[in-house]
């Protein structure tokens, strides 16, 4: 059986979800594939270990769209504090405090689960939207303006324009045969979330070593996600260990201010990989988020620049459509492109900084790093403004990010 879609999104994870969601109150026809629905989220159930900082800009187009309440109302925790530093925290450190800008938080950490599962709510709520999930798809036939996608169950979907939010892996980019200039870091990150003595922190912070950062996000109760970044055959050895000797190596490597761990309730290792496709459109198909770029975790920037793509992209098939425009049509999807490819390879150069920066033992590098970060610290004009592009509000910001509803 055929089905025909304006648009065919590929991938309903947070990006892709979220364009759909974006696109709700408007007369195209929409249909989001995924392979998998996340399972339910139970009160009082522990965390998942994949947690990501939302940044203000990204609650921003949650509020929006009617997703953040169901965010909210499951589980999130705020952080008011982010602190920096790399040998000496006492004395080159920079910290960062919501309240020296007027804000409220700097940022909530949230598990992913529980962004897909409000998302996924949000959707079950538009008429427009048909959420096709679980979906196998066996084969994706790339042709512009009518793409075909054919499910394992025999039903075929045609589509004007083709989303790739499919992840670094996207079968829809392949299908549409754009390449990728991709490289390796020589790091892995080795996410654990414990139990923690302190109770419930306010802060989020990151201690810059040679072997890669040591990070600690809060989470809600005595709950944390610590990330160790390190090479690939140590964080092989660390997962080896015993949950008791993981712990002692998680306490001895961390510092002081992270106290005593009482359990550890789960932890994994992520290779980490630079990769950005060659170009985000063609007629007829569109890159977002990972499916166009994966970037270096370390500034916890990989999603919320994802969900800029979805907003950006949303407001110009918006404009377009009112305009009378094909949503195949090239010049419409350039637009988007040229919004956000320049945005997305300058954060991806500058999380490359940070990790070449402090990757490393050089001395007159170390000495430099800490007069920068303790010089920082005193530098108010600067430190508002980092604090602003953490947040995400610093630069030109679609619609939905600044908190306007989109094509109304
Ligand atoms: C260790 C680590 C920590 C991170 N921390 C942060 C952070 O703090 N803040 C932040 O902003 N970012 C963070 N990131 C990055 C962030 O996780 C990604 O950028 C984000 O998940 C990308 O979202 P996406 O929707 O584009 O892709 P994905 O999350 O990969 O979602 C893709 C979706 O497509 C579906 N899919 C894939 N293939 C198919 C197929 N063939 N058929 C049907 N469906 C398919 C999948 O099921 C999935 O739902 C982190 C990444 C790592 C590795």
């Not at 988020?289 to 916890?300: F, Q, S, T």
């Amino acid at each position: 059986m055929k089905h025909r879609y304006d648009l065919l999104i590929v991938g309903g994870g947070m990006v892709g979800a979220t364009i759909a969601a974006a696109l709700g109150h408007t007369d195209l026809n929409i249909a989001v594939i995924d392979q998998a629905y996340p399972p339910p989220f139970v009160a009082g159930s522990e965390h998942d270990l994949r947690v990501s900082a939302l940044s203000v800009a990204s609650e921003n187009i949650f509020k929006t769209l009617g997703v953040w309440d169901g965010i909210i109302s499951r589980r999130a925790c705020p952080y008011q504090r982010m602190k920096v530093w790399e040998s000496d925290e006492q004395r080159a450190a920079t910290e960062f405090v919501s309240q020296d800008i007027g804000a409220d938080h700097l940022g909530f950490i949230v598990e992913n689960r529980v962004i897909q599962l409000a998302l996924l709510e949000r959707l079950g709520q538009l008429e427009n939207v048909d959420l096709i999930c679980p979906a196998e798809i066996d084969d994706i036939d790339y042709s512009p303006g009518c793409s075909l996608i054919r499910l394992a169950d025999g039903r075929e979907l045609i589509g004007k324009l083709m989303v790739a939010a499919d992840g670094g892996g996207s079968k829809v980019r392949m299908a549409a045969g754009i390449g990728v200039h991709s490289w390796d870091y020589d790091q892995h990150a080795l996410v654990a979330s414990v139990i923690t003595a302190k109770p419930q922190q306010d802060i989020t912070w990151q201690q810059f070593t040679p072997s890669g950062p040591r990070a600690f996000l809060p989470l809600s109760g005595h709950r944390a996600s610590l990330v160790w970044y390190n090479h690939p055959a140590e964080v092989k050895r660390l997962l080896s260990l015993d949950s008791e000797a993981f712990i002692q190596a998680l306490v001895t490597a961390f510092p002081d201010r992270l106290g005593a761990l009482d359990t550890l309730l789960e932890r994994g290792a992520f290779p980490l990989r630079r990769q950005h496709a060659l170009q985000y459109v063609k007629e007829g198909v569109v890159l977002v988020g990972d499916a166009a770029h994966m970037i270096n975790p370390l500034a916890g920037q990989g999603v919320n620049i994802g969900l800029l793509d979805a907003a950006t992209l949303a407001e110009v098939l918006v404009d377009g459509h009112h305009s009378g425009l094909d949503m195949s049509e090239l010049s419409l999807l350039q637009r988007y492109e040229q919004q956000r490819r320049h945005h997305n390879l300058m954060m991806m150069q500058l999380m490359d900084s940070f990790y070449r920066v402090f990757s490393n033992d050089v001395l007159p590098l170390k000495l430099l790093r800490n007069i920068g970060l303790g010089a920082a610290e005193r530098f108010t004009p600067a430190k508002h403004r980092v604090m602003r592009f953490a947040m995400g509000l610093e630069g030109q910001l679609p619609a939905l990010a600044r908190g306007e509803p989109i094509g109304v």
